[in-house]
């Protein structure tokens, strides 16, 4: 039932832009905090960014930290991740991915989540 939708990846050239977004369905979108992740060939996943319920607060990996921001809106069941000044080293699956809220939660940890997207291909070339 419930599904994450990703979409807006493609190919772009270094310092180029891109914005993904994540079309939740099947579940109460305002009741969870909304991450990003993306996994490269031969690598871990690493966390990128998180949003909690009602925007109030973001967090970033440092790598992104004042390129990429990530958005919400609860009306239309969708999270964005704005993506500037694109660097060859940010090519991988992006992956959306839906968790409860709880005090103290580690929002950069992917065990955390528990529903996730099927993954959108980012490819920035030199």
């Known amino acids: 039932q419930v599904q994450l939708v990703e979409s807006g990846g493609g190919l772009v050239q270094a310092g180029g832009s891109l914005r993904l977004s994540c079309a939740a369905s099947?579940?109460?979108?305002?009741?969870?905090?909304m991450g990003w992740f993306r996994q490269a060939p031969g690598k871990e996943r690493e966390f990128v960014a998180a949003v909690m319920r009602y925007a109030e607060v973001t967090f970033y990996a440092d790598s992104v930290k004042g390129r990429f921001t990530i958005s919400r809106d609860n009306a239309k069941n969708t999270v964005y991740l704005q993506m500037n000044s694109l660097k060859p080293e940010d090519t991988a699956v992006y992956r959306c991915a839906a968790g409860p809220p709880a005090y103290g939660t580690n929002y950069a940890n992917y065990a955390i989540y528990n529903f996730w997207g099927q993954g959108t291909q980012v490819t920035v070339s030199s």
């Open positions: 099947g579940l109460t979108f305002s009741d969870y905090a």
